[in-house]
């Protein structure tokens, strides 16, 4: 399970642990991202063939740690070696290797020693990176800064190069700083625990990490961190919750409005199946009771019911003289009105069915000046309950 990790240094650690079968091990050797490979490499676990295939990887760092394996097959030693045109560091780990053939070893040891590989650095150990990879004569910290200036030195695969990356580099992405916080190695951690501007929970983290160093450095920067990163944030808190104030201030505002009683429609239960005849408020204020008691826990308690717990209301509002209220409950409902009905958002729709999906609510406003409306309802599940409600606008109380 860890091996499938989305962070490398989880997977290059199952990679180096020597309990893992050597399947698993053979199969994470085999990555593209050089890391992992190289803590591969490292496993005394290793089979010989695992050892051969990374004796033959693209990246030299691979190459050399695996050239120093025990497990490493002769043939595969001296396929490496062949030409002699491997870094003089990978061909004394041929040469030292106790798997290499004797007259191969004294032959690299030879020519390593008469300076045939120029001025290369034969001790360089890309674990421990010590020493230069690529030339002794220059100073080691030049080159590992010079490497730290590249745009991925982040994910190099010498901790050294990861170590310099961030301070290389004027400015560095969240994105990248997250990785390197999280590397496997002390010493980068502690190159970026003093960065501020990151999430607090980030800093939080690394003040509990296991190095000493990288906890301290955190815990130091913990308080400037927490107000560079808010200084920074606060306009984004604020246009997101600038949304939930003015629909939090809607809330109140309707929770405070006096809850004006909805008359109960005049339903005349003589009328034929699915025929029903209600009378509607007489006075505004009905929708903003009647719309609180739809949404609220709880079925409805005044106005007309519907199939499905859904819920019908109608009256005059301040702005438009007769209007519907449509609540609909565990399934959806298909609604015409006679006439012309205009929705909230201002559309207009003539004698058409509008569909009004489960759990959902909506006002019709009546654009004609009858004293009566009809309306078709249809449940999307049982059509067989449709009904049709004659509604009255009479200022007269039902």
């Given at each position: 399970?860890?091996?499938?990790?989305?962070?490398?240094?989880?997977v290059a650690?199952?990679?180096?642990?020597?309990?893992?079968?050597p399947?698993?091990?053979?199969?994470?050797a085999?990555?593209?991202?050089?890391?992992?490979?190289?803590?591969?490499?490292?496993?005394?676990?290793?089979?010989?063939?695992?050892v051969?295939?990374?004796?033959?990887?693209?990246?030299?760092?691979?190459?050399?740690?695996?050239a120093?394996?025990?497990?490493a097959?002769?043939?595969?030693?001296?396929?490496?070696?062949?030409?002699?045109?491997?870094?003089?560091?990978?061909?004394?780990?041929?040469?030292?290797?106790?798997?290499?053939?004797?007259?191969?070893?004294?032959?690299?040891?030879?020519?390593i020693?008469?300076?045939?590989?120029?001025?290369?650095?034969?001790?360089?150990?890309p674990?421990?990176?010590?020493?230069?990879?690529?030339?002794?004569?220059?100073?080691?910290?030049?080159?590992?800064?010079?490497?730290?200036?590249?745009?991925?030195?982040?994910?190099?695969?010498?901790?050294?190069?990861?170590?310099?990356?961030?301070?290389?580099?004027?400015?560095?992405p969240?994105?990248?700083?997250?990785?390197?916080?999280?590397?496997?190695r002390?010493?980068?951690?502690?190159?970026v625990?003093?960065?501020?501007?990151?999430?607090?929970?980030?800093?939080?983290?690394?003040?509990?990490?296991?190095?000493?160093?990288?906890a301290?450095?955190?815990?130091?920067?913990?308080?400037?961190?927490?107000r560079?990163y808010?200084?920074?944030r606060?306009?984004?808190?604020?246009?997101?919750?600038?949304?939930?104030?003015?629909?939090?201030?809607?809330?109140?505002?309707n929770?405070?409005?006096?809850?004006?009683k909805?008359?109960?429609?005049?339903?005349?239960?003589?009328a034929?199946?699915?025929?029903?005849?209600?009378?509607?408020?007489?006075?505004?204020?009905?929708?903003?009771?009647?719309?609180?008691?739809?949404t609220?826990d709880?079925?409805?308690?005044?106005?007309?019911?519907?199939?499905?717990?859904?819920?019908l209301?109608?009256?005059?509002?301040?702005?438009?003289p007769?209007?519907?209220?449509?609540?609909?409950?565990?399934?959806?409902?298909?609604?015409?009105?006679?006439?012309?009905?205009?929705?909230?958002?201002g559309?207009?729709?003539?004698n058409?069915?509008l569909?009004?999906?489960a759990?959902?609510?909506?006002?019709?406003?009546?654009?004609?000046?009858?004293?009566?409306?009809?309306?078709?309802?249809?449940?999307?599940?049982?059509?067989?309950?449709?009904?049709?409600?004659?509604?009255?606008?009479?200022?007269?109380?039902p």
């Amino acid at each position: 399970m860890l091996s499938f990790s989305r962070h490398w240094g989880v997977v290059a650690a199952v990679a180096a642990n020597s309990s893992a079968s050597p399947q698993l091990i053979g199969r994470l050797a085999r990555r593209r991202d050089a890391r992992i490979p190289m803590a591969a490499a490292a496993n005394p676990a290793l089979g010989s063939d695992v050892v051969a295939a990374l004796l033959a990887s693209p990246s030299v760092y691979v190459r050399g740690i695996a050239a120093a394996h025990q497990a490493a097959p002769a043939d595969a030693l001296r396929r490496l070696a062949d030409g002699m045109n491997q870094p003089a560091w990978v061909l004394r780990a041929v040469a030292i290797n106790p798997s290499c053939p004797s007259d191969l070893s004294d032959q690299l040891l030879t020519w390593i020693t008469l300076g045939g590989l120029g001025g290369a650095d034969p001790l360089f150990d890309p674990v421990r990176c010590t020493g230069n990879p690529a030339d002794a004569d220059i100073s080691a910290m030049a080159w590992y800064a010079q490497q730290a200036r590249d745009d991925a030195a982040y994910r190099h695969p010498l901790w050294r190069v990861r170590a310099m990356a961030a301070g290389a580099h004027q400015t560095v992405p969240l994105a990248r700083l997250r990785e390197l916080r999280r590397d496997p190695r002390p010493e980068v951690r502690r190159a970026v625990a003093g960065f501020i501007g990151v999430r607090p929970r980030d800093v939080r983290e690394m003040a509990g990490d296991a190095d000493p160093a990288v906890a301290r450095i955190a815990a130091r920067v913990r308080s400037k961190n927490f107000r560079r990163y808010l200084k920074r944030r606060l306009p984004r808190i604020a246009v997101r919750l600038v949304p939930l104030a003015l629909f939090s201030g809607v809330l109140i505002f309707n929770s405070i409005i006096p809850s004006a009683k909805v008359p109960t429609p005049a339903i005349d239960t003589t009328a034929p199946n699915g025929v029903l005849f209600a009378s509607c408020a007489p006075s505004p204020g009905w929708l903003t009771a009647v719309s609180r008691i739809a949404t609220g826990d709880g079925a409805p308690s005044t106005g007309l019911g519907l199939p499905g717990g859904g819920l019908l209301a109608c009256g005059p509002t301040s702005a438009e003289p007769e209007s519907i209220f449509i609540s609909a409950g565990s399934t959806g409902l298909d609604v015409q009105a006679t006439g012309t009905v205009q929705l909230p958002d201002g559309k207009s729709y003539t004698n058409e069915p509008l569909h009004l999906a489960a759990g959902r609510n909506s006002v019709l406003y009546l654009l004609h000046s009858s004293s009566t409306a009809v309306v078709n309802i249809t449940p999307d599940d049982t059509p067989a309950q449709a009904v049709a409600v004659t509604l009255s606008f009479s200022t007269s109380q039902p």
